[in-house]
T-cell receptor
Framework: DTGVSQDPRHKITKRGQNVTFRCDPI?????LYWYRQTLGQGPEFLTY????????KSRLLSDRFSAERPKGSFSTLEIQRTEQGDSAMYLC?????????????FGPGTRLTVL | AQSVTQLDSHVSVSEGTPVLLRCNYS??????LFWYVQHPNKGLQLLLK??????LVKGINGFEAEFKKSETSFHLTKPSAHMSDAAEYFC????????????FGKGTMLLVSP
């Protein structure tokens, strides 16, 4: 169990550029979540995958955001035409379906700065 | 709908003294409750969770929390603070039914002085 990993850890981009983040969940975890954390706030839910299927999306996830999880393993989160308001920490979490409330394990996050 | 209110944005204690971080929740259904800790430049780490079993939950590093339904509270305590406990703590609620998205409080920064 090597934990959830995220890449890159930091990303600085100019407004209008596209960025893509990657998340590798704990192996055999079939559930994967993306959250966003802004300064001084707790993380907010963005989207959820069960295996390769994206089952829930927050209204925070505008049309400029897209997430994928091909083959039910790693996941990518892409932001198109970045805006300064997108600057935040993007967190990935994974869990294993145990038929009851699962425990989510978080990665270290990707900190995005949009100039 | 569910929500969490952490009553203090900052708590300062001296090393060796007790810690109390307060959390109140609101949930339409029977909730699961969690406390996560976030150290600078590190990921969120689960301290403990409540899922309708024993109301007093013991976690890692000497932390524990008590679920009080009548008060809709889930306060986090530790008998004796250590310098390494300095971090941000998040109270979290989710629906007690399989997968569920987490709803976080705004966090409480714990400061520990020597």
């Amino acid at each position: 169990d090597t934990g959830v990993s995220q890449d890159p850890r930091h990303k600085i981009t100019k407004r209008g550029q596209n960025v893509t983040f990657r998340c590798d969940p704990i192996s055999e975890h079939n559930r994967l979540y993306w959250y966003r954390q802004t300064l001084g706030q707790g993380p907010e839910f963005l989207t959820y995958f069960q295996n390769e299927a994206q089952l829930e999306k927050s209204r925070l996830l505008s049309d400029r955001f897209s997430a994928e999880r091909p083959k039910g393993s790693f996941s990518t989160l892409e932001i198109q035409r970045t805006e300064q308001g997108d600057s935040a920490m993007y967190l990935c979490a994974s869990s294993r379906d145990r038929g009851f409330t699962d425990t989510q394990y978080f990665g270290p996050g990707t900190r995005l700065t949009v100039l | 709908a569910q929500s969490v209110t952490q009553l203090d944005s900052h708590v300062s204690v001296s090393e060796g003294t007790p810690v109390l971080l307060r959390c109140n929740y609101s949930s339409s259904y029977s909730p699961s409750l969690f406390w996560y800790v976030q150290h600078p430049n590190k990921g969120l780490q689960l301290l403990l969770k409540y899922t309708s079993a024993a109301t007093l939950v013991k976690g890692i590093n000497g932390f524990e929390a008590e679920f009080k339904k009548s008060e809709t509270s889930f306060h986090l305590t530790k008998p004796s603070a250590h310098m390494s406990d300095a971090a941000e703590y998040f109270c979290v609620v989710s629906l007690n039914s399989g997968y569920s998205t987490l709803t976080f409080g705004k966090g409480t920064m714990l400061l520990v002085s020597p």
